[in-house]
């Protein structure tokens, strides 16, 4: 029977995530060389070549993608193993990473997380992020789950899973000086300051297209994709700011904010993204096939 050496896998897997040998020794404070025989090492007991060497640096072979698969699941394990001792419970938990969008509310990754928690004793990791380096992370395998506002491309389906949790009306939000712009909504938003989200977003293109058939022309003062943000620069009279229904009942409640009317037909969908794994996390797995969320 061939042992594995999990010496010369540590090193092959602290490679693979950092990019590069010369990225892996300094954080291992090894030197090259040593990280560079180990790897070798590891390939001839493999009988794999797991590294693509070129002049831009080390590219996974799909045996190396293979064995960085597993090798993620194994110090993972390994970590969560650590962690369980430490804290000595002494029983198991299952370890789920959360990808979140900022544009996302809170409300929903809090409700994510509470339905984590009911489904079994767990430890939770929330990583928040643009879509493209989630979606990225969520592929390598050091993401379970994401939770978006846009699923991954069309192209992208034997790569991804994806399901629509809601599709959520959009209403323009004020300071109670705009109040006045209720009179004849959503004419009245002519030449008015916007907060708006950034252009790689659909919801953006969604309200251009909205504002454009309609011809209504308004002043982009502030972009940003952070519902946060947006909510704070509104909160100071700044611009208007046009939001899901649900992500101003707070500022709405405090007084803070006030409805100014909805968009009709503009929506802003979320989404739950999962990716095909040898090893699928089961929380993970539940939460994509029964997770609900009351928006």
């Known amino acids: 029977m061939a042992w594995l050496n999990y010496h010369h896998l540590y090193y092959f897997w602290v490679t693979a995530t950092e990019g590069s040998i010369s990225s892996a020794s300094k954080k291992l404070r090894i030197g090259q060389p040593t990280i560079s025989t180990q790897i070798k090492n590891l390939e001839e007991s493999m009988s794999q070549v797991l590294f693509k060497r070129k002049s831009r640096?080390?590219?996974?072979?799909?045996?190396?993608k293979v064995v960085l698969d597993y090798a993620n699941q194994i110090?993972?394990?390994?970590?969560?193993?650590?962690?369980?001792?430490?804290?000595?419970t002494f029983s198991r938990r299952t370890h789920i990473q959360i990808g979140a969008l900022d544009s996302v509310p809170k409300?929903?990754?809090?409700?994510?997380?509470?339905s984590a928690q009911k489904i079994a004793p767990c430890v939770i990791t929330v990583i928040e992020g643009g879509g493209d380096y989630l979606f990225r992370e969520l592929q390598a395998h050091r993401i379970d789950i994401v939770v978006s506002n846009f699923p991954p491309t069309i192209g992208s389906s034997k790569e991804y899973f994806s399901r629509l949790l809601a599709k959520i009306p959009i209403t323009v939000f004020s300071t109670k000086k705009y109040q006045p712009l209720k009179r004849k909504f959503p004419n009245s938003l002519q030449d008015q300051p916007f907060?708006?989200?950034?252009?790689?977003?659909?919801?953006?293109?969604d309200l251009n297209h909205y504002f454009q058939t309609r011809q209504i022309k308004i002043d982009v003062v502030i972009e940003t994709q952070d519902t946060s943000i947006q909510k704070l620069l509104g909160n100071e009279g700044m611009g208007l700011v046009p939001l899901p229904d649900i992500a101003g009942k707070e500022l709405i409640k405090e007084g803070k904010l006030i409805k100014l009317g909805r968009l009709q037909g503009v929506t802003e969908d979320f989404w739950l993204?999962?990716?095909p794994r040898k090893f699928s996390n089961p929380i993970a797995e539940t939460l994509m096939k029964n997770f609900k969320w009351q928006a």
Not at 75 to 88: I, Q, R, S, Y
Not at 108 to 114: A, D, F
């Open 75 to 88: 110090f993972n394990l390994g970590n969560e193993l650590m962690e369980v001792v430490k804290d000595e």
């Open 57 to 64: 640096g080390l590219h996974l072979t799909e045996a190396g």
């Open 195 to 205: 907060i708006m989200p950034t252009l790689h977003s659909k919801l953006r293109h």
């Open 107 to 114: 409300t929903l990754v809090q409700s994510l997380i509470h």
């Open 273 to 275: 993204v999962s990716s």
